[in-house]
């Protein structure tokens, strides 16, 4: 998409389109003294039938999918496929990436590992399964071969020593770059899901729709820069 908001093919700008395409559609509303007059009748072959396989085939799946949604009532009801062992291992990677402090509890706290589950476990995200076991497996056994133990059982600046190399994908090393693809998700799934409780709400000083007795506007150095006052 442009800068100036121009569709690519006619360098027509987007809201003229639109105001176009408005127009088109009012047309029809207007008296007949108005209209033209009809333009002749064109013969037109009748379009083909689609063979039988070629016809569209409904999705079905489960509610709250893509192809069944539940808009007002949201509900994930597919199995949910991460194992304990890789719900374990999730949970000190989550706790990681955002840990417990004085203002909020640590991710795992406020369920980001399950929601993790849910989002990799929905229907049509093979790809996603993929790379969350994948990554869940390397972390045990990158763990298993530097200290002896699994990923949730090492130590704070052991899984910090192990998480350092697969944080950054640009700087990561050819035989990290699955596992940094895999840190690059999970940071992100992370973060969407602390972020989205009332928790998270918290930490980012977010007070919602909530009813202010007054609001005093800008201070005085803000309407100073804008030449308000």
């Known amino acids: 998409m442009s800068d100036d908001n121009t569709t690519p093919s006619t360098g027509i700008a987007r809201r003229d389109a639109l105001k176009a395409m408005a127009a088109a559609a009012v047309v029809p509303m207007l008296p007949d003294t108005a209209a033209a007059a009809p333009a002749p009748a064109v013969s037109r072959e009748p379009l083909p039938l689609l063979d039988e396989q070629q016809r569209p085939v409904k999705r079905k799946g489960p509610r709250g999918t893509p192809s069944d949604p539940v808009l007002q009532v949201a509900k994930a009801d597919w199995p949910m496929k991460l194992s304990l062992r890789e719900l374990t291992t999730l949970s000190a990677l989550c706790d990681m990436i955002i840990p417990a402090d004085a203002k909020s509890p640590a991710a795992s706290t406020v369920g980001a590992p399950g929601y993790i589950n849910e989002w990799a476990s929905r229907p049509g995200g093979d790809a996603s399964l993929v790379r969350v076991r994948g990554g869940l497996a390397w972390l045990d056994r990158e763990s298993q071969a530097r200290f ?28 990290h770059q699955f596992a940094a693809q895999f840190f690059d998700t999970i940071r992100d799934q992370t973060a969407t899901a602390f972020y989205t409780t009332p928790a998270g709400w918290k930490d980012l000083g977010y007070i919602g729709n909530v009813a202010m007795p007054t609001f005093e506007g800008p201070n005085l150095a803000i309407r100073r820069q804008l030449g308000l006052a």
């Open 148 to 175: 002896g133990k699994r990923f949730h059982l090492a130590t704070n600046a052991q899984r910090t020593q192990i998480c350092d190399d697969i944080c950054y994908l640009p700087k990561a090393k050819p035989e």
